[in-house]
């Protein structure tokens, strides 16, 4: 069956810090990978997703992911943590191997950025 | 563009009472969703339609919940009779590609609806 499996419940960094939060996944054959990010009370927002190609990932607010299919992970990172980074953080897949094929979520990873 | 709009934003019902939810994608965007998130835990697919037509209904409780697509545009999404255990927010998400490119294509989430079942 397929999973993905955020081992963190909560990641605590402080600002200017780097920052990543893990995800690991178990699909057959490649999948596409996402991160999205939810603010309190809201939906969704789409941060980054890995197709093909180069492993590493650039997307919104400086956010970043590397893709690495030894380990099966695809792991967010930033630089450099700001206090408006304090979120909900969703890692996704979407496996590739029939048309029944359909997008699971992580169970979150809540990031603390303390000033 | 205009976001995905959802409403109510918040609904508080009693047990064995119905509840409907409705949904209005972004324009021109082929497939809709259906995701319930309870609380601590991460978005899990109930219903997928492509255009008006149900693609995904796997994971819907099927003797008490319902949703259609009329025209391939606005979706409602329907509880009855609601049960404690129904108590969760229920994220409406769009994405523009259809068929196996929505597998790739990111999710647009509206911001959901909270429901709280007494």
């Known amino acids: 069956a397929q999973s993905v499996a955020q081992p963190e419940d909560q990641v605590n960094v402080a600002e200017g810090n780097p920052l990543t939060v893990k995800c690991t996944y178990s699909?057959?054959?490649?999948?596409?990978l996402f991160w999205y990010v939810q603010y309190p009370n809201r939906g969704l927002q789409f941060l980054l997703k890995y197709i093909t190609g180069d492993n590493l990932v650039k997307g919104s607010y400086g956010f970043e992911a590397e893709f690495n299919k030894s380990q099966t992970s695809f792991h967010l990172k930033k630089p450099s943590a700001l206090v408006s980074d304090s979120a909900l953080y969703f890692c996704a897949v979407s496996p590739l191997y029939s048309s029944a094929s359909k997008i699971i979520f992580g169970s979150g990873t809540r990031l603390s950025i303390r000033p | 563009e205009a976001g995905v709009a959802q409403s109510p934003r918040y609904k508080i019902i009693e047990k064995r009472q119905s509840v409907a939810f409705w949904c209005n994608p972004i324009?021109?965007?082929?497939?809709l969703y259906w995701y319930q998130q309870i609380l601590g835990q991460g978005p899990k697919l109930l219903i997928q339609?492509?255009?008006?037509?149900?693609?995904?209904d796997s994971q819907l409780p099927k003797d008490r919940f319902s949703a259609e697509r009329l025209k391939g545009v606005d979706s409602t999404l329907k509880i009855q009779p609601a049960k404690l255990e129904d108590s969760a927010v229920y994220l409406c998400?769009?994405?523009?590609?259809?068929?196996?490119?929505?597998?790739?294509?990111?999710?647009?989430f509206g911001n959901g609806t909270r429901l709280t079942v007494t």
């Open positions: 339609f492509q255009n008006n037509g149900v693609v995904d």
């Open positions: 324009s021109g965007h082929a497939t």
């Open positions: 998400a769009s994405s523009l590609l259809a068929g196996a490119s929505s597998y790739n294509s990111p999710l647009h």
């Open positions: 699909v057959s054959g490649n999948p596409y």
